[in-house]
């Protein structure tokens, strides 16, 4: 799994920060991604993170795609 942001749209809202902190950094007007393929140990949290993300700026990438 890969997460990617489309910062045109990102506005550092920091939700996803609130539901993976070791995977997002929200700064004030973009987040930052600390871990571009985090372990699959950590899928439910990005997975709330995407989903909540006010702006649907995150999305996972499956490795296969």
Not at 33 to 57: F, G, H, N
């Amino acid at each position: 799994m890969r997460v990617e942001v489309d910062l045109d749209l990102c506005q550092g809202h920091g939700m996803c920060e609130m539901e993976a902190p070791d995977v997002f950094e929200a700064h004030r007007d973009h987040v930052e991604i600390l871990d571009k393929e985090p372990d699959e140990s950590r899928r439910a949290e990005v997975e709330a993170a995407v989903m909540y993300c006010p702006t649907q700026a995150l999305r996972i990438v499956e490795d296969d795609e």
